[in-house]
């Protein structure tokens, strides 16, 4: 399994390199996601467990063969006749000729009795050692065959929800997926607003730092403050510290993408977005933005759905518990010793058929109980679905206002963009013909500065609005 991801992640990274000149798109980038995040990983090794387990299911509805063997050894045999009857029989001749001497005593002088204590002495021991049974050595085995017929409903009730089971896995999975590329989205977003901030704030520090190397000219002629020099440079301070702290801010979400797509946390990541001052428009169908759109494509709702169906089939499997069943049995048993022909010490088979029925009589009402409760837990998976599909709507609803206002936000940036371009140009100009106060230049540079971030701001939040528009509504993919 190691070697594996190691392979994964190493053809990974060639892959990365081959897009370093281009840079990462937010598809290039989505698609990375889908194919190493951990969490996906695992969601999609819990749709294969289903998958078999649905699978297993199936086999319920086919006979189950199964085979079975013993040994025991036991201290004493099992004795079918008892001590006094043994030696009764071993002694069976000579019981017999003492009893017909005894009987013909008065002509015991004039007969002569033939030998007859020995054979049947031999015939005793012969019977004594035909019903030794000998089971101190016990070998059985057997092989046994059973067929469902009617199990009130269970198996075919199992199946079902193992089917629902595969379904809901499936769901959890397209959740888990929307969910990680809802969030590469977001932090795509967030290192190219990150790294434009950072180049803002290299071309801010340019601004304060020509400012300042102005103002000492001034100062050294006379025509500036120590004061307004002082103030320049706590600008310029203020300036470096922001880029700092960009800087800062773009290599930590740039570790967070990398966790985000499965890649080592050092992977050096460039972003087809980052260099550009303006981003790319975001399209958006307003006939798509439909709340039937979000009860079509949501895996949530699909899932709860799934969950409802499994609770009315549990319903079956309840019940099913408290009717009836009936199965098919077939067996072959074998033993040594053996008895279907005596007591032999030898392997001796039988098979034997038979219908086993098993039918619950009465148990205090604990069948209609259960019922009842699986009955409550299906009204329950009904109202948490109908109470879902409401706070889908609501959140259609509210994603869609705020991807119009992110519009209406991008547009008034955009213009306080030109105004606040044109304010900095005209107050450079007055200030090198010097009839503009260093203080001024400064405003007017932070203005700029603060319509700049305003503009990316606006354009990162309609990127955002529309990636949660589109989680809202299901078609993240």
């Avoid at 019981?95 to 204590?117: R, S």
């Amino acid at each position: 399994m190691g070697n594996k991801l190691g392979t994964i992640l190493c053809a990974s990274c060639l892959w990365i390199n081959l897009w370093a000149q281009e840079g990462l798109t937010a598809d290039s980038v989505r698609k990375l996601a889908i194919n190493h995040n951990r969490a996906l990983l695992l969601a999609k090794e819990e749709m294969k467990a289903a998958h078999y387990e649905r699978r297993a299911a199936v086999t319920n509805f086919l006979p189950k063969l199964s085979a079975m063997g013993t040994y025991m050894y036991n201290q004493k045999e099992v004795s079918v006749l008892s001590g006094k009857q043994k030696q009764a029989l071993n002694h069976l001749g000579d019981h017999v000729t003492e009893a017909i001497k005894e009987g013909l005593a008065p002509l015991a002088n004039v007969l002569a009795m033939p030998d007859i204590a020995t054979p049947l002495n031999n015939l005793g021991h012969e019977v004594t050692n035909a019903l030794r049974t000998d089971t101190r050595h016990i070998w059985a085995g057997g092989v046994s065959l059973v067929q469902p017929l009617y199990a009130g409903g269970k198996i075919n009730a199992y199946a079902k929800i193992t089917r629902q089971a595969e379904l809901l896995a499936y769901n959890q999975w397209e959740t888990v997926q929307q969910e990680v590329i809802e969030e590469v989205e977001a932090t795509y977003w967030l290192v190219v607003s990150l790294a434009r901030r950072r180049e803002l704030a290299k071309e801010y520090l340019h601004l304060v730092k020509t400012l300042d190397a102005d103002v000492a000219k001034l100062s050294d002629a006379g025509m500036a403050t120590r004061a307004d020099k002082l103030t320049v440079g706590v600008k310029v301070n203020e300036a470096e510290l922001a880029l700092m702290e960009a800087t800062d801010g773009l290599n930590l979400s740039r570790m967070l993408l990398c966790q985000l797509c499965g890649l080592p946390p050092d992977t050096t990541l460039r972003l087809a977005d980052e260099g550009k001052s303006s981003l790319p428009p975001t399209l958006q169908d307003r006939r798509a933005r439909s709340v039937a759109v979000a009860w079509d494509n949501r895996p949530e709702l699909k899932s709860l759905q799934a969950v409802y169906e499994m609770t009315k089939q549990n319903v079956h499997i309840t019940r099913a518990d408290f009717l009836p069943s009936i199965a098919l049995m077939g067996n072959y048993l074998a033993s040594n010793p053996s008895l279907t022909n005596g007591f032999e010490r030898r392997f001796r088979g039988t098979w034997n058929v038979g219908v086993l029925v098993n039918i619950p009589l009465f148990h205090w009402g604990e069948g209609i109980y259960k019922t009842r409760k699986s009955q409550a837990e299906v009204h329950r998976a009904d109202l948490q679905l109908q109470d879902v599909r409401e706070k889908i709507s609501l959140q259609v609803h509210q994603c869609t206002y705020q991807m119009d206002e992110a519009y209406r936000r991008l547009t008034l940036a955009e213009s306080n963009l030109a105004k606040a371009d044109e304010n900095l140009r005209t107050a450079r100009l007055a200030f090198q013909e010097g009839i503009l106060p260093t203080t001024q230049v400064m405003e007017a540079q932070t203005a700029w500065l603060a319509a700049q971030v305003a503009h990316l701001d606006a354009q990162i939040k309609v990127k955002m609005a529309d990636v949660a528009l589109r989680r809202a509504l299901g078609v993240l993919e």
